[in-house]
């Protein structure tokens, strides 16, 4: 008899859960409905403005913004500005003529972020007005996908009323050609340029090399040979040089003499570069210059060697990487770092902003697109703040003789001084719409034989297996010589 | 004399083991819920086994975050699972009944249909399970994935047995000849004493539709109808979040700790109930 | 004469009380799956934003799978569910006897038992997540460690082949014990009190009476466990799926069967998912077949002779 009471109240409990559940169901539904209101409140604000504004009360009420983080976000709320506030969670801001700005956020890794895009793309021309993409986030390693004229899902600048031969005249120029489509139109603006420093710890160069004067350093650092001899003098001080061997990779990655896969071809071809990089890594991970507990980039131990308990001496990085990877990671005082000239000049990375086709707020898109990467003011500002590489080529050029963006991170110095000269010696590896499928799978699979896991062959199988399962249509995978 | 000494060492043993596995299973939560209170450059600096003094704000960090709508999402895994569960058990058990208490031509048919397809992987149809949503105008909703747990073949099979073992068919006999429907038969009369054996199958189903990813992360598109298992997921690849692992652990303990503490709060009805549920099946 | 009618009367009621399940299961699985299989047989897939196809192929989808490692993913997902599914399945035995032996006293008997069956409600993904920063190089298991002097470099727990199976087997058991421990436990508790008397008169020791009457008697719960381990089993998935970050890291030793049709879904490459859709299901009949095979002799459903047995059990 208890035990069936015990039942009937589990049982009621359940049901009762359950019905409140649905109940609120009716809630979830009805939200939208309540977002429906506020725009219309925001529709009234914009019609009393309306006078001065008159062009833009025909556009929608919602600017959507697709990103794969929240740096996009924090970039844009700082320079543009029309924007009069943002929510706490960081997903709608109000413009002052009452637009709402909806901040789409979701992760670059696994697919994630272009998976959610490519699928509000497809539904672009069916959806309603305040539900379409206006602003999509791309990052380098696949802006080519979404460039291309024949998809034609970003507007070219143009279209929108922006002429990339004076209004972006001052961005440097592998960043246009890199955001054109096989025409040579221009259908993506970014407003950093990601030229990679070597960023090494003050304290273990004091110790292992008696300076950390940067020029110093600089000469220990100036290629492959001299590296390897420096990395020698850190590994008898019990020091790694890097963390890992994916740190190193772009560095080879970015000269690659062709595309992963050539316009219009069916066929992965492997860079000798690629091999190089390879081999090399072996050689350093067996004379133990890499710390073996990392294992690639963007997990808890990579983060876990920025950190002052670690024995990694360097890291290669661009601007961004210094901002928001070592920043953050760094658990002592400021000033520990110090930027120099990596082995070999390299780029890595970017984000650019496109204008999605069939945007409903072509002048906002407009406004804010030249705001974020074309106002040298702004960009003056980002640079400062952030420390970031802006894409302005007088502004960059001044503030590597100017001391005041020095960075306390960095202990006073100017991280420009290397940066700059970096930028004007930048040769882009020529971009395919496979970029970053190739690039992780690379590193996966040769990762597992750089662990001795597994064979060279057999890494190279397992790189033509994972490449044929995530791309169909790729019919054949060379390998050089 | 012997035996007793040979079952005093067996209790010893029987407590170690128990002790053990109890440890195994409480010391990761314990690690989790250090970590959560801790912040990024502490734990930084390598594991601590006290407490820190982050808690509310790693908490603060994690519910003011609209990229990863936690709160949201617990509340969308509540609605599903919650209704899944109901309807799962209300249909499952309707079902049992109509093949255990009625003989009619499909009988058999039916019932070894539903035992062939009683081990066909949910992901063998996710494909075309995805397309015939869209068709439907379902994607992107949170139905998909409470609608198709009507057909639970496991369900069935353990109502089935129970049926088999505690419903005397002269009980349903003797309601007719009292004059009652036939479903006011089921629900007044077979129910109740299916009681058991729907609070059993009603908490899995609970458990595994909120522990259920694969179909929510390919039917749910936007942030505000995400459920918590597709978020977790999320977390694990999101880099720009890594910088933050205070606010990572805090996460996985907002993820789990709502279930947690109704488990606790009912964990004595929900043994029972299991406990029970087995006696006759 | 008059029954006969009757009973057909009735009949109806049968198909009304089926039909939600019939209905939904038809809407919702039946017309995906013949979907699935029509597509396995075009070449249909998703270029960057274009797409690709349908066009027909006939098998050509089967036979490239059959060429790729398939099996290899197969043996994975066997080996993992070996390896979680054994010591489950002993450790709760074991723990279920013990639990109703009343000679043994367990003390704190509740709180073991709410212990152990708390694992089963943390959601895969969110436990697989904890494990992976758990366990990393330089997380708190490796420091734990290294404090200790267990070790004096971090170990590579997920660099090894062993280690990542280990891991999933470790977190599928710790997830699964405390349910099986507590479902055979009502299983145990069912049989008659009478024949543990009876035996231990005619002078049964404990293996004796384990190995005798009462794995016999649970035999129908042993196989609902084994039935519902097994499905679980072959979809196995966000374990480690999001422990190797879908890698099967290291040399995909770790990716399952629907890790492996996972990577066809993300690639948008709808016919060669849907060939692999038909190669799991058959196997999933198979294993099917083989377990009803195993588990009762007579009849399809096993639940009949089990009733019966216990019947006969208590009389």
Request: contains cysteine; hydrophobic residues 45%; negative net charge.
């Amino acid at each position: 008899m208890k035990k069936k009471l015990l039942s009937a109240v589990l049982v009621s409990a359940m049901l009762a859960g359950t019905l409140a559940g649905c109940g609120s169901g009716g809630g979830v539904n009805s939200t939208p409905t309540d977002n429906g209101g506020s725009a219309d409140t925001g529709s009234d604000v914009s019609a009393d403005g309306g006078a001065s504004e008159a062009a833009q009360t025909d556009e929608g009420q919602v600017i959507n913004i697709y990103s794969f983080n929240d740096e996009l976000r924090n970039r844009i709320t700082a320079v543009y500005s029309a924007i009069e506030n943002t929510s706490d969670d960081g997903t709608v801001s109000t413009l002052n003529d009452g637009t709402e700005i909806h901040w789409i956020i979701n992760p670059n890794q696994d697919g994630v972020y272009q998976d959610k895009l490519d699928e509000a793309l497809n539904g672009q021309a069916s959806a309603s007005a305040d539900d379409k993409v206006d602003i999509f986030a791309a990052e380098l390693d696949y802006i080519v996908k979404y460039t291309d004229a024949d998809i034609n899902v970003a507007m070219p600048l143009e279209s929108l009323g922006i002429n990339p031969d004076t209004d972006l005249a001052d961005q440097f120029d592998f960043t246009k050609t890199v955001a054109s489509d096989q025409n040579g139109v221009q259908r993506a603006s970014t407003w950093q340029a990601c030229p990679g420093v070597l960023v090494y710890r003050r304290d273990i160069a004091k110790e292992v090399f008696g300076t950390d004067d940067p020029e110093e350093i600089g000469k220990k650092t100036k290629d492959w040979d001299v590296m390897k001899e420096t990395a020698e003098e850190l590994k008898a001080a019990g020091y790694y040089t890097f963390s890992s061997y994916a740190d190193t990779f772009r560095l080879y990655n970015n000269s690659m003499a062709d595309a992963w896969v050539s316009p219009g071809e069916t066929t992965i071809k492997v860079d000798q570069k690629i091999i190089d990089w390879v081999t090399d890594s072996k050689e350093w991970k067996d004379a133990g210059y890499f710390d073996p507990a990392v294992k690639g980039q963007w997990n808890s131990d990579w983060f876990t060697a920025m950190s002052s308990s670690a024995k990694v001496f360097a890291f290669l990085f661009p601007a961004w990487g210094i901002d928001t990877q070592m920043v953050p990671n760094w658990d002592g005082e400021a000033g520990a770092w110090a930027v120099t000239n990596a082995p070999l000049s390299y780029n890595w990375g970017g984000t650019f902003v496109l204008a999605a086709e069939g945007t409903d707020n072509p002048s906002h898109v407009k406004d804010i697109i030249l705001a974020l990467t074309a106002d040298t003011d702004n960009l003056t500002m980002i640079s400062k703040e952030y420390a970031d590489f802006t894409n302005a080529k007088s502004v960059m050029q001044a503030a590597a003789a100017d001391d005041s963006f020095a960075s306390d991170f960095l202990g006073g110095q100017n991280p420009y001084v290397y940066f700059t000269p970096g930028a004007d010696s930048i040769k882009m590896a020529p971009l395919s719409a496979y970029d970053q499928g190739c690039v992780e799978l690379v590193q996966n699979a040769f990762g597992d034989y750089l662990q001795d896991q597994i064979d060279y062959n057999k890494a190279k199988e397992n790189f033509e297996t994972a490449i044929r399962e995530r791309y169909p249509e790729i019919t054949q995978i060379q390998w050089p010589e | 004399m012997k035996s007793k000494e040979y079952n005093s060492f067996r209790t010893v043993f029987a407590h170690v083991l128990l002790v053990i596995l109890s440890f195994m299973c409480l010391f990761f939560f314990y690690i989790l819920f250090v970590n959560s209170t801790r912040s990024h450059a502490d734990l930084q600096k390598g594991f601590s086994a006290l407490p820190g003094s982050y808690f509310f704000t790693n908490l603060t960090n994690v519910t003011n975050d609209g990229t990863f709508p936690m709160v949201r999402g617990i509340v969308n895994s509540l609605i599903v699972s919650g209704c899944s569960a109901a309807i799962c058990i209300y249909f499952s058990a309707l079902t049992a009944y109509g093949l255990y208490a009625y003989d009619f031509k499909a009988k058999k048919v039916a019932f070894t249909f539903i035992m062939a397809i009683l081990v066909m992987p949910t992901q063998v149809t996710a494909m075309g399970f995805l397309r015939l949503i869209t068709k439907m105008g379902m994607y992107d909703s949170l139905l998909p994935l409470i609608i198709p747990s009507i057909a639970s073949p496991a369900v069935f099979y353990f109502m089935y047995s129970y049926l088999q073992s505690s419903l005397p068919l002269s009980l349903v006999e003797a309601a007719r000849i009292d004059g009652s429907k036939e479903f006011r038969t089921f629900n007044q009369i077979v129910l109740p004493i299916m009681k058991p054996a729907m609070a059993v199958q009603a908490i899995f189903t609970f458990v595994g539709s909120w522990n259920n990813y694969f179909v929510p992360a390919l039917v749910i598109q936007s942030k505000d109808k995400m459920t918590v298992p597709i978020l977790i997921a999320l977390l694990r690849g999101a880099d720009y979040l890594n910088r933050d692992m205070g606010k990572i652990y805090m996460m996985i303990m907002v993820a789990i700790v709502p279930i947690v503490l109704v488990y606790l709060f009912l964990s004595k009805y929900i043994i029972a109930g299991v406990t029970l549920g087995g006696v006759k099946g | 004469m008059k029954q006969k009618r009757k009973k057909i009367d009735y009949s109806k009621w049968g198909y009304i009380f089926i039909l939600p399940f019939f209905a939904s299961f038809f809407i919702f699985s039946l017309i995906p799956l013949i979907d699935t299989i029509r597509y396995s047989f075009y070449e249909y897939y998703r270029s960057g934003l274009k797409e690709i196809g349908p066009n027909f192929i006939g098998m050509a989808n089967y036979a490239e799978l059959l060429k790729s490692d398939m099996l290899k993913y197969a043996g994975n997902t066997l080996i993992l569910w070996l390896i979680g599914f054994l010591p489950q399945i002993v450790i709760a035995l074991l723990l279920a006897s013990w639990f109703v032996d009343a000679r043994l006293k367990i003390r704190g008997q509740q709180f073991f038992k709410v212990v152990i069956y708390l694992p089963n409600l943390i959601m895969a993904s969110a436990f697989a997540m904890l494990f992976f920063t758990l366990f990393s190089n330089k997380g708190p298991i490796n420091s734990i460690l290294l404090s200790m002097g267990v070790t004096q470099n971090p170990i590579d727990f997920m660099g090894s082949v062993f280690g990542t199976r280990t891991l999933v087997g470790v977190m599928n058991f710790l997830m699964w014990f405390g349910n099986t421990t507590i479902m055979l436990m009502a299983a145990i508790m069912g049989i008659s009190p009478d024949i543990f008397e009876a035996s231990e008169i005619d002078g049964c020791n404990s293996m004796q009476r384990f190995f005798r009457i009462t794995l016999p008697l649970i035999r129908p719960i042993l196989a609902y466990t084994l039935i519902t381990s097994i499905i679980g089993g072959l979809q196995m998935f966000d374990v480690p799926q999001i422990l190797t970050n879908g890698q099967g890291s290291p040399d995909r030793t770790s990716t399952t069967l629907i890790m492996f049709l996972n990577n066809h879904l993300k690639s948008k490459n709808y016919g060669m998912a849907g060939a692999l859709s038909v190669y799991l299901f058959i196997v999933s009949g198979i294993l099917c077949f083989i377990v009803y095979r195993i588990t009762n002799d007579e009849d399809p459903d096993g639940s009949k002779a089990a009733a019966r047995k216990n019947k006969k059990g208590r009389r």
